[in-house]
């Protein structure tokens, strides 16, 4: 026979690592999974030839993550059109084929790729 102190007992260690049950009180912080807090505007794919988005905004320190859904191989190199500056060079080779960089600096970023010339981007770091 089961007594009621136990089954008391039992039922608020359940709620008490459960959370309760109860909604945060309204205006309350709330935390999301680690997967859900990663911004969708930090990624750029590479596909039919063109980077989508061509144009990005994102704050100073984001990392920003050039894939490929091609089966050409492409890279994402700053600077102009046929003029390298320096600042990054990553080749996204194959489909799945990903490159990042960390964007530390304010400014407008301009970038290509080098096999392909006509692809262009702009990343505004703000």
Known sequence: MLRAPGILASAMLVL??????????????TTAPAAATAAAGDAVTVQGFTFKPDT????????????????????TT????GTKDGKWRGDVRGSGGTFS???AQAGTYTYFCELHEDMKGTITVR
Do not use: I
Request: charged share 5%.
């Open 56 to 75: 990005l905004g994102v704050p100073v320190g984001t990392t920003v993550t050039w894939t490929n859904r091609d089966s050409t191989p492409h890279t």
């Open 101 to 103: 960089f960390t964007f």
């Open 78 to 81: 700053s600077g102009a059109s």
């Open 16 to 29: 008490a690592v459960c959370g309760g049950g109860a909604a945060p009180p309204a205006g309350a912080p």
